[in-house]
């Protein structure tokens, strides 16, 4: 079985300048935030927005500049519900502010087994999918992966 016979083709995606409010807006009606593939106008693959991208906005510095200063605990953990974000953010921050840009997808046309074991490798939940241009057309998680394995034990 290949990955794109049990993946997720049904996929919220943005652009490079969706902005925080618009992403944010997408999920109103869903109960968790997986990640967001973030595209170019072909559809190709660019960036992904994790929860973690979310929680570095509240952040008053760059985590990455934090990893050159030895002396600035790395381990924030400020009370997000007391930190002071401007209303502004919303419309000024966009996916390309926020996104990874280094990050693991799986083909579309690698066995379902391979993706199992590309999730374990990277310790993800979740990867997205592309197909041979590199163009988005999925994404694949453990739970697809499980549910595919008890359909194939005869569990439901």
């Known amino acids: 079985m290949l990955v794109k016979d049990i993946m997720n083709k049904d996929v919220i995606w943005v652009g490079?300048?969706?902005t925080l409010r618009e992403l944010l807006t997408?999920?109103?009606s869903f109960h968790t935030f997986p990640i967001v593939p973030v595209?170019?106008?072909?559809?190709?693959?660019?960036?992904i927005v994790r929860l973690q991208n979310l929680i570095d906005?509240?952040?008053p510095y760059d985590r990455e500049l934090l990893k050159l200063?030895?002396?600035i605990d790395e381990f924030w953990d400020e009370n997000i519900f007391?930190?002071?974000i401007e209303p502004e953010l919303g419309i000024l921050v966009v996916m390309s502010d926020i996104m990874d840009r280094d990050f693991v997808v799986i083909k579309s046309e690698e066995k379902i087994e391979r993706a199992y074991e590309q999730l374990k490798a990277h310790k993800k939940d979740q990867m997205p999918v592309v197909n041979e241009e590199g163009k988005l057309c999925g994404i694949i998680g453990l739970f697809d992966i499980v549910r595919y394995?008890?359909?194939e034990k005869g569990l439901y």
């Open 149 to 151: 394995v008890f359909k």
């Open 16 to 18: 490079l300048y969706t």
């Open 26 to 28: 997408k999920f109103d």
């Open 82 to 84: 007391k930190v002071e």
């Open 57 to 59: 906005v509240f952040l």
């Open 39 to 47: 595209v170019d106008e072909e559809m190709k693959l660019i960036g």
């Open 69 to 71: 200063s030895p002396f």
